[in-house]
C-alpha cells in the first residue's frame, strides 16, 4: 500500500499539471502562441538546463561500477534498437514512427529515477549510474530518431537525386549536432565524470532554470491536448503504453537478477526500464515536427497506468526477495 500510495503521489501531479494546462486554455488565459513560446523555450533553454543538472549534481566517480553503467547501457541500447527496427517493419504510417519510437523506450528516469530510490533507501544509490548509462542514450538517439523521421522542406528539386540525398543527409548530421538537448549531454559529461562544478550562484541558476521545465512542458500538454485527435491514435498509444511499462521490464528484469544486482541497483535498472514516458518527449517531438499528439496520448496514458504497474512490479520484485 505504501509504494502504491507513493506512485500516486508521484505521477499525480503530472496528471493536475496537464488538467491545470487544459482549464487556462480553456478560459484563454494562455492561448497557442503562449504555448509556441513555452515549447522553444523549454527545448532549447530549460530541457537542456534539467539535463545538465541530472547528470552534474551527483558525485559518480565516489561509486562507479562500469560493469553496471555498462549493463544500463547495453539494454538501452538493444531496447531502441529493437523498437526502432519493429517499428520500421510494422508499423504503416511512416509519420507516426518517430514519435512512437521515442515514446516507447525514453523513460522519467532522471526526473523520477533519484524520488523513489530516496524514498525507499533514503539515498540516491545507484541512480547516478544507472543515468549517465542511459539517459545520453535516451537522448542521443531521441535527437537522431526525430530528426530522420521530422518534417522538413523537399530537397531542391533543380538538384540530381545523389545530391539532394547527400544534401538530406548533411543537413540530417548538421540538425543532430545543433540540437541543445545533444549539447546539454557533450558538455555535461566532463563536468560529471570529474566533479566538476560551478559557483554555488550559477549551479542555483541552472537548477532554478531546470526546474521550469516539467511544469511548463505540462502545462503546455494540457493546452495543445487534442481528445478526439488522441483517440484516433488509440491503437498505437496502447501498444507503446504495453512496450514501455511492461514488456521492457519483462524482458530485461530477469536478466539483471541473473546477473546478482538487487536492491537500489535493481529499482534504478526498474525505473529506467519501466517508468512513464518523460514529458521531455512531447518538447522535443513538437520541435522536430513529429506526431505531437500521439506523444501526448502516449506521456498521458504511461503516467495514468504507472502508478498501478510500478506497483506491481515493485511488489513482484519484494515477493522474489530481490529489492
Known amino acids: 500500500m505504501d509504494n502504491f500510495l507513493y506512485s500516486i503521489n508521484a505521477t499525480l501531479p503530472i496528471f493536475l499539471m496537464i488538467i491545470l494546462g487544459k482549464f487556462l486554455s480553456r478560459i ?37 561500477d562500469g560493469g553496471y553503467v555498462l549493463f544500463c547501457f547495453l ?3 538493444v ?13 504503416k504510417k511512416e509519420e507516426e514512427r518517430g514519435a512512437f519510437i521515442q515514446a516507447s523506450y525514453r523513460s522519467s528516469a532522471a526526473i523520477l529515477g533519484l524520488a523513489f530510490i530516496n524514498n525507499m533507501y533514503n539515498g540516491a544509490g545507484m541512480a547516478p549510474l544507472m543515468i549517465i ?9 531521441a535527437v537522431i530518431i526525430l530528426t530522420l523521421k521530422g518534417g522538413r522542406d523537399n530537397p531542391d528539386s533543380s538538384l540530381s537525386e545523389d545530391t ?9 548530421i548538421l540538425d543532430v549536432f545543433k540540437n541543445p538537448i545533444l549539447l546539454s549531454i557533450l558538455i555535461a559529461l566532463p563536468f560529471a565524470f570529474l566533479n566538476l562544478h560551478f559557483p554555488v550562484f550559477v549551479d542555483k541558476t541552472i537548477s532554478s532554470i531546470g526546474n521550469t521545465a516539467t511544469p511548463l512542458a505540462l502545462i503546455s500538454i494540457g493546452a495543445g491536448f ?3 485527435k488522441a483517440i484516433k ?12 511499462l511492461i514488456l521492457l521490464a519483462a524482458l530485461f528484469l530477469p536478466l539483471a537478477i541473473y546477473l546478482g544486482y538487487r536492491n537500489q541497483e535493481l529499482m534504478a535498472i526498474l525505473i529506467m526500464l519501466a517508468s512513464p514516458t518523460t514529458v ?5 517531438a513538437k520541435n522536430t515536427g513529429n506526431d505531437s499528439t500521439l506523444t501526448s496520448s502516449i506521456i498521458v496514458l504511461t503516467t495514468l497506468l504507472s502508478s498501478i504497474t510500478l506497483t506491481l512490479w515493485i511488489f513482484l520484485l519484494r515477493s522474489f526477495g530481490v529489492l
Open 233 to 244: 491514435k488509440i491503437k498505437p498509444t496502447i501498444v507503446a503504453s504495453f512496450i514501455k
Open 28 to 64: 484563454h488565459l494562455i492561448d497557442g502562441h503562449f504555448i509556441k513560446t513555452a515549447d522553444k523555450y523549454v527545448f532549447t533553454v530549460a530541457l537542456p538546463a534539467l539535463i545538465f543538472r541530472d547528470l552534474t549534481e551527483n558525485d559518480i566517480r565516489q561509486n562507479f
Open 226 to 228: 487534442e481528445g478526439r
Open 79 to 91: 531496447s531502441i534498437l529493437a523498437i526502432w527496427g519493429l517499428t520500421e517493419i510494422f508499423m
Open 75 to 77: 539494454v538501452t541500447l
Open 164 to 172: 539532394a540525398l547527400a544534401h538530406t543527409f548533411g543537413k540530417t
Open 280 to 284: 521531455a518527449c512531447y518538447i522535443m
Open 133 to 141: 548509462g542511459a539517459v545520453p542514450l535516451f537522448n542521443i538517439f
